[in-house]
């Protein structure tokens, strides 16, 4: 079944036609395109929404065109008429996204495409309607039925496919129960999963998610956004000195009992400590002090993440542990995580690095899951709603 998949729950405007064989558990990609907003929200050090549903309005039209023609599917010579008045509902608020589509309605003849998989939530409203809104459209005026996909799932089932060739992935078997540690931008969750397409979310951040505190510490450090990978990159260099570190920051919530997180209090820490160090802001870091509070700051996430996930696998006892989420391209987490769980019976699968990160990969293999699984939840178009708050 071809899979005409889309992601716009944040700054990613992402699109992906893939094939999806039951028989072979199979999912091959046929086309792919992204453009990331990083530029437009790099001045606010966060993603602004207002301005991210505009980009994803400007750009979701183009990229789909970008993935026909990658493939082949050609425009039509001759004007398609179409029934305008089925797009009525985007009127009201999506007249940008409503320019584009006329056009491309009137160009492109239904492709031979089964199904549409669409980021339904979480993740920011405004922009996650650009990508339901346009699903919507796809389905009135082409007759194709939609697949609404959690975006947490999608960073959930990602590690499960082994990638084969450039463009081809194979779903490999798990062991349940399986444990989940999201870990994105928006997101910091811990989540059980008894038996395939079941959920349960055991813990979560009371307040920031990692990777916002990735972002925010950068922010401090004068690192640009998005942040994860800057910290991260300096955070090395301190280790790879082996020198004594003389920042110390917190470990929050590291002995609660539970699988709860907070973010929010070591990034409150981390200002102090610049503060302190820089007599109120009266001098600038060095790049030592830099790099120190760097490490200093990724060995304290990281612990408190190892720790909770470490004590869920004993207590729900897991066979497997799935990382997902932007902040599972992170390489310090994920040896260390590599070192806790080598001696054990436990088999621990990340992501590739490259679609760690918000892409529509990670959306069609989710929908892909459901037809193998034949889970498929179609909705009619009217009924379609983004849901920012959607949770497992
Ligand atoms: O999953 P994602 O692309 O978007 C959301 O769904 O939120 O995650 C983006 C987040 C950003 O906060 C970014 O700083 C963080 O993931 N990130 C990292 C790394 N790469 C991306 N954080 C730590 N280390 C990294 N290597
Ligand atoms: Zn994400």
């Not at 992906?16 to 072979?24: F, G, M, Q, V």
């Not at 779903?171 to 129960?177: G, N, T």
Request: net charge negative; glycine share 6%; with cysteine.
């Amino acid at each position: 079944m071809k899979i005409l998949a889309i992601e716009t729950s944040c700054d990613e405007t992402a699109i992906c036609l893939a094939d999806s064989n039951k028989n072979t558990q199979e999912v091959r990609i046929l086309g792919n395109a992204l453009s990331s907003q990083i530029e437009i929200h790099a001045q606010y050090g966060g993603v602004f929404p207002t301005l991210a549903k505009r980009a994803h309005a400007e750009k979701i039209v183009p990229l789909i065109e970008e993935v026909f023609t990658v493939i082949g599917i050609k425009k039509n010579t001759k004007p398609i008429s179409f029934d305008e008045s089925l797009l009525s509902f985007l009127d009201e608020k999506e007249s940008e996204l409503k320019s584009h589509l006329v056009p491309f309605f009137a160009q492109f003849t239904k492709p031979d495409i089964d199904a549409i998989a669409v980021t339904v939530g979480p993740g920011l409203e405004p922009a996650l309607w650009v990508g339901v809104n346009t699903a919507r459209a796809l389905s009135v005026i082409w007759g194709i039925p939609i697949i609404p996909i959690n975006h947490m799932e999608g960073h959930f089932v990602t590690a499960q496919f082994v990638q084969k060739e450039k463009n081809s992935f194979s779903l490999s078997p798990l062991s349940y129960p399986v444990l989940g540690l999201l870990v994105s931008g928006g997101h910091t969750e811990i989540i059980f999963s008894e038996k395939e397409g079941v959920y349960k979310k055991i813990g979560q951040t009371r307040d920031d998610a990692v990777g916002e505190a990735f972002d925010k510490v950068a922010r401090m450090l004068g690192l640009p956004y998005p942040g994860g990978p800057a910290v991260s990159k300096l955070a090395k260099q301190w280790r790879n000195q082996k020198k004594e570190n003389t920042i110390t920051l917190p470990r929050p919530m590291l002995h609660s009992g539970d699988y709860d997180f907070s973010f929010s209090g070591i990034k409150t820490a981390v200002l102090y400590t610049i503060r302190d160090i820089t007599d109120n802001n009266s001098r600038e870091l060095t790049d030592t002090e830099k790099k120190m509070i760097a490490c200093e700051f990724e060995n304290a996430v990281v612990e408190v993440l190892i720790k909770k996930t470490r004590n869920a696998s004993e207590e729900y006892s897991a066979q497997t542990i799935i990382v997902g989420g932007g902040v599972a391209g992170n390489t310090y987490l994920k040896s260390e995580l590599t070192k806790v769980f080598e001696q054990s019976d436990i088999t621990l699968l990340f992501p590739e690095q490259w679609l760690s990160t918000d892409n529509a990969i990670m959306i069609a293999m989710a929908g892909a899951l459901k037809i193998f699984s034949q889970k498929i939840e179609t909705i009619t178009p009217k009924d379609l709603k983004a849901d920012g708050n959607m949770s497992f």
